[in-house]
Structures are given as structure tokens and as C-alpha cells.
């Protein structure tokens, strides 16, 4: 069961405080910012149009009654949307982690990245669910902070902010920031973090680790490299959905920049995957927590501080990559992608009259000039397909 963290005294730490999610105390302020936001009440409007607006407030104000930590606020309010979402629009969530376990160690989890807002939060939840001593704080880039009620919701739910769009010297100072509040939320605030092996999705789920990454991680902490990464306990994490609510705004995405190559997604374009990401049709989901790293990550102490990171980073892929579940969607894409049949075992007729139907409804919600529907279905399937490649070169190596 999660517990209450203590946090300590958030003065001896004050570098922090642009980024932190907020502590104790700092709970009923956020949620009357929260109250007073036009666009916030715009958004519970949405969820609750019959009733009127001071209704509402009143509602939510009751509803934040003993709520004072943002690990409180998940469990009023996250976990029950959450799985409420869940039931609508998957058919079922599964999480293994027999590499870990739910005693007092914490963890920083480095995952592949499918969905902007629920990939951490699904884990929040099987976290919870399977009795790990607390839940997540969530790196989340301050790009997606797109209005002020965002941010304070992502803070409400312990998230801490990554500083995107810097310059060489403002990266670097805000890398190093971030190293040191994450090795300070493992070992002083003794909590679980969560993050993304990469910036941004990994549109054609070719999922990748950036050794920046590693390397902003290892800033901070005392000793060597190795050390200093030990000291995060790192898990890679693999998260496979069965279907991708955004696979076609991923695929129209790729042609907008094929046909444009200056063309940005506009804040519209990603509050409409958020939206589509978190409501969207997601079948079966499964995360798969692998050993710590701690486990392994002294067979690299002699290499050449050069190769460190790049050999941790293909050993880190190669555990994500060998943990995906797979679909019968995934095998039927990998044959089409290929033409051929190579993994006609693993799906039968129907399911894969059912994959193709779903692939050509997904083409068909693409509403753009020029839609080249040839090269959308190429970008789908091999969305779907990745995994299938990048599972069988991780167990062929590993074998």
C-alpha cells in the first residue's frame, strides 16, 4: 500500500522549486489557482455540463477536503479516473516485475513511450495496485505545460518539470539541476521516479535510448559513473499497448513533415493527443518491470568512460526491447510490412482480416491536403511492427 512521504524542509532546498512537484502545504493553494482558471473550468465543463459552474467549484473544493500531499491527491482523485478511463478503453491491464521487488528499495524507471499522459500514470496505478511502498514522480517536459492549469495539475500529480528549447549553456545547467533532484528524490525524499528513455514518442515505436539521457543522469551523486547511476537503481520498463490511440495522428504527422519538412505541431495539434491518447481505444496493455540494472551494470566499470554510456544504452534497449508483450496486430503488420508470411503461427485468419480493418479505419480518420494513403499505411504497420523486429534481435542476442 502506498504511504505518506514527510517531506523534509523544502527551504534547504530551494534550487528546486522551479521544477518540483509541490510538497506538503502547498496542496489547497494549487486548487485554488486551479478554481480560479477560466480554461481549467472551461475543461470540467466538458466533463460536467449540467452543472453550473459555482456547483462545480463548490464540489471540487469539498472533494479536496484532507488532501494535502500530491500522493493524496493521486489516490482521491487520479486513481479512480484512471481506472474509470481503463475500463472504457482498454480490456485490460497486466504488470509484471519479478526482477524488483516491493520492499523499501525505490527505483527509477526509464521506459519506451507511448502515450504523453498515461504511460506514468498506468504505472502510478500498478505500482499501487501490487503494493509498492509509493507511486511516481513523473519527468514531464514543460513543452506540454502549454497552459498555466496544466502545470499546475502535472504538479498536483508529482511531477517535476524538464526544461525544454534551451541553450547549449542553459541545457547544461538545467541537466545538471535535474540529475541532482533526482538523485535527491531517491535518496533523501525516498521516492519512485519515472522517465522516458528519450525525449518525446518514439513515433515509429522504434524505441531508442539517448545516451544524453544517460549521461544528464549521471551528473550528479558521489564517485564513479557507475556509482552515480547504481545510486538511481535504474529499471528498464517496457510498456506495450495493443492498439495506439494516436497511431494515426503519428501518421499524419509524418506525412505533414515529409510533404513540409519547417512544419511544427501547433498546442492544438498536442492537446488533441492528449486527448486521443488518454480516451482512445487501447485493447490490452502490459508493463514489464526488468531487473534493476544494479544487477549488471559493474560488468561495464573497465570499458572506456566514451563507451559507458553507449553500451549502457544498447543493454538498456535490449532488456526494454526483450520485455514487449506482442499482438497478433503486431506479428499481422510485421508479414504485411514485409510480405511475407514469417510469423503466420502467431494470429490466425480472423485476427488478421480484424487487423487490416483496423489499420484501413485508422487511415481513414487522417483528414489532411494530399492524404497519400500508400504512405500512411506504410507508417502504421511499421508502428505496429518495430516491436516484433526489435523483440526477436534482443532474444536472439541475449541467446
Known amino acids: 500500500m502506498a504511504q505518506e512521504i514527510l517531506l523534509p524542509n523544502w527551504d534547504e532546498r530551494s534550487e528546486f522549486d522551479e521544477i518540483r512537484p509541490y510538497a506538503k502545504g502547498e496542496v489547497k493553494q494549487a486548487v485554488e489557482s486551479l478554481l480560479a482558471d477560466r480554461q481549467f473550468s472551461r475543461m470540467m465543463h466538458g466533463f460536467l455540463p449540467w452543472m453550473p459552474q459555482w456547483m462545480r467549484n463548490g464540489l ?120 541532482r533532484y533526482m538523485h535527491y528524490a531517491i535518496t533523501e525524499k525516498h521516492e519512485n521516479i519515472w522517465i522516458a528513455q528519450r525525449e518525446g514518442r518514439a513515433k515509429d515505436s522504434n524505441d531508442q535510448t539517448q545516451e544524453s539521457l544517460l549521461k544528464m543522469l549521471a551528473m550528479a551523486g558521489e564517485g564513479s559513473i557507475i556509482d552515480r547511476l547504481k545510486e538511481l537503481r535504474l529499471v528498464p520498463l517496457s510498456i506495450s499497448y495493443e492498439y495506439d490511440p494516436c497511431d494515426y495522428l503519428k501518421a499524419q ?75 497478433p496486430g503486431n506479428y ?31 487511415i481513414d480518420l487522417v483528414q489532411i491536403e494530399n492524404k497519400d494513403e500508400a504512405f500512411l499505411r506504410e507508417r502504421i504497420l511499421t508502428m505496429y511492427a518495430n516491436p516484433v523486429i526489435n523483440k526477436r534481435k534482443a532474444l536472439n542476442t541475449e541467446s
Open 332 to 362: 499481422v503488420a510485421a508479414d504485411m510490412l514485409s510480405g511475407t508470411s514469417d510469423f503466420a503461427k502467431e494470429y490466425t485468419e480472423k485476427e488478421q482480416k480484424a487487423f487490416e480493418a483496423y489499420l484501413q479505419s485508422r
Open 60 to 179: 471540487v473544493r469539498l472533494a479536496f477536503t484532507g488532501v494535502n500531499t500530491p500522493l493524496q491527491f493521486q489516490l482521491r482523485f487520479i486513481k479512480p479516473v484512471l481506472q474509470h478511463i481503463l475500463r472504457r478503453c482498454s480490456t485490460g491491464y497486466t504488470f509484471s516485475y519479478s526482477g524488483i521487488s516491493p520492499g523499501p528499495e525505490r527505483y527509477t524507471f526509464i521506459s519506451n513511450h507511448r502515450d504523453i499522459v498515461l504511460d506514468s500514470a498506468i504505472l502510478d496505478l500498478m505500482l499501487y495496485k501490487h503494493d509498492f511502498p509509493t507511486t511516481c514522480e513523473i519527468a514531464i517536459g514543460d513543452n506540454l505545460l502549454i497552459y498555466p492549469w496544466i502545470k499546475t495539475l502535472v504538479r498536483l500529480n508529482k511531477a517535476f518539470t524538464v526544461k525544454r528549447g534551451l541553450s547549449p549553456r542553459e541545457l547544461m545547467e538545467s541537466s545538471q539541476r535535474m540529475s
Open 253 to 327: 504527422e509524418f506525412q505533414q513533415k515529409r510533404d513540409n519538412p519547417a512544419f511544427r505541431k501547433s498546442k492544438q495539434d498536442d492537446l488533441d493527443n492528449m486527448k486521443t491518447g488518454i480516451f482512445g481505444k487501447k485493447g490490452r496493455i502490459h508493463y514489464e518491470a526488468m531487473p534493476c540494472i544494479n544487477t549488471w551494470i559493474d560488468e561495464l566499470s573497465d570499458l572506456p568512460k566514451t563507451k559507458v554510456f553507449s553500451e549502457l544504452a544498447r543493454r538498456i534497449d535490449r532488456q526494454i526491447h526483450a520485455g514487449y508483450q506482442l499482438f
